[in-house]
């Protein structure tokens, strides 16, 4: 599904983007994996090459840094020549609060990796993939992309800067040959969903228990919607969020393109 393709992945050392690294190298792509700790980022690379990517790349980055996140795109488009696809996954939940205890800090952290970071990394890989004339991204948001969050109003916050960033670059750029995505997954087994609820069961049951599935997600199937959208399978999607959710939005009566439109 991805022969041939070159594919960067921010934020590629755990979760979500963990699954989507080997994911693409099972699907065939060429993948760059990119992490703030290098060793990580390896270990990730190796599992992908393992599924079967003809090619793989370890690199740091660290997307609060815009130079940091140039310099990733900028080596990988050395070592291959060019970038056919990008997932941006790099996210933190930062410090549960409501917001008017939360402090500028908290903002800050959150903000500073979600949205400034991603803005960072959309900025690079856009540049890239226009010199070639195509490419495909697809950014990791969040049902918290469309709804408040109690406790973690500054994430959401920084999920409906991820909507609106992807929406916004998606119709700016689907006329050079760019198309630009967004899924938007629900809870999902990941390190940060294991943080947030912190280890407390009863918080675990009662919040899978949301999901009209009966579970929460699997990395594997968020990755599984994003090999897709960075396919020639989906070659006219553009500028949508695929929720992988489990159901959860459909509780809420919720129509993403409906509830921006208005």
């Known amino acids: 599904m991805l022969n041939d393709r070159i594919v960067a992945i921010v934020g590629g050392s755990t979760g979500i983007g963990?699954?989507?690294?080997?994911?693409?190298?099972?699907?065939?792509?060429?993948?760059?994996?990119?992490?703030?700790?290098?060793?990580?980022?390896?270990?990730?690379?190796?599992?992908?090459?393992?599924?079967?990517?003809?090619?793989?790349?370890a690199l740091g980055v660290d997307v609060r840094t815009a130079a940091s996140v140039d310099a990733f795109i900028a080596e990988g488009v050395t070592a291959f020549g060019r970038i056919d696809g990008a997932v941006n996954n790099a996210g933190v939940e930062g410090r549960m609060s409501a917001v008017h205890d939360a402090s500028d800090d908290d903002y800050a952290d959150i903000m500073d990796v979600n949205a400034r970071g991603l803005f960072f990394a959309m900025r690079a890989e856009i540049q890239a993939m226009a010199a070639g004339g195509h490419g495909a991204i697809v950014n990791v948001g969040s049902v918290g992309s469309f709804t408040g969050?109690?406790?973690?109003?500054?994430?959401?916050?920084?999920?409906?800067?991820v909507w609106a960033l992807t929406r916004s670059a998606?119709?700016?750029?689907?006329?050079?040959?760019?198309?630009?995505?967004?899924?938007?997954?629900?809870?999902?087994?990941?390190?940060?969903?294991?943080?947030?609820l912190q280890g407390n069961a009863d918080a675990y049951h009662a919040a899978a228990a949301m999901h009209p599935?009966?579970?929460?997600?699997?990395?594997?199937?968020?990755?599984?919607?994003?090999?897709?959208?960075?396919?020639?399978?989906?070659?006219?999607?553009?500028?949508?969020?695929?929720?992988?959710?489990?159901?959860?939005?459909?509780?809420?009566?919720?129509?993403p393109q409906a509830a921006v439109a208005g």
């Open 213 to 255: 599935i009966g579970r929460f997600g699997q990395p594997a199937e968020s990755a599984a919607a994003i090999v897709w959208l960075l396919s020639d399978a989906a070659s006219f999607v553009c500028g949508q969020s695929i929720g992988v959710d489990g159901g959860y939005s459909a509780t809420l009566g919720f129509n």
């Open 18 to 57: 963990r699954a989507t690294a080997i994911a693409c190298g099972a699907a065939g792509a060429t993948v760059i994996v990119g992490a703030r700790k290098v060793a990580q980022a390896q270990a990730v690379a190796d599992e992908a090459g393992a599924a079967g990517a003809p090619a793989t790349l």
């Open 170 to 196: 998606a119709v700016e750029n689907a006329g050079r040959g760019i198309r630009i995505n967004m899924i938007a997954p629900a809870g999902t087994e990941t390190p940060m969903l294991d943080r947030v």
């Open 149 to 161: 969050l109690v406790g973690q109003g500054i994430y959401a916050a920084s999920k409906h800067a």
